[in-house]
């Protein structure tokens, strides 16, 4: 028997989706290169997702304090959701951006 994850309801929906979607703006093909360029000239490193949040990289203009507002699933979830769309970028671009990748 496979292993599945147990779902996590999410308490928020609506901030919870907008968050969703902007992390998924800058992971699209044509925009992840600027992306992950801005996490270069912020000197981020690629898993600090509080990070990003902090210095405004994602569409969404209110994004930290949006994130702030929702609850401890719900913020877990997003991240996780980050960290999974990080790891799913194409290896032509993750190549490109080896020094950013490497150090987690």
Do not use: C, W
Request: hydrophobic residues 45%; glycine residues 6%; charged residues 20%.
């Amino acid at each position: 028997m496979a292993y599945t994850q147990a779902g996590i309801a999410v308490e928020n929906q609506q901030v919870f989706g907008e968050l969703k979607t902007a992390v998924d703006a800058v992971f699209a093909p044509q925009a992840v290169t600027k992306f992950l360029r801005s996490m270069e000239r912020g000197s981020l490193r690629i898993r600090d997702f509080a990070g990003v949040l902090h210095k405004g990289l994602l569409p969404q203009a209110n994004a930290e304090q949006l994130f702030v507002s929702l609850g401890t699933a719900d913020q877990a979830q997003l991240r996780e959701h980050y960290l999974t769309r990080l790891e799913q970028v194409d290896t032509a671009v993750r190549i490109k951006f080896k020094k950013l990748y490497s150090y987690y």
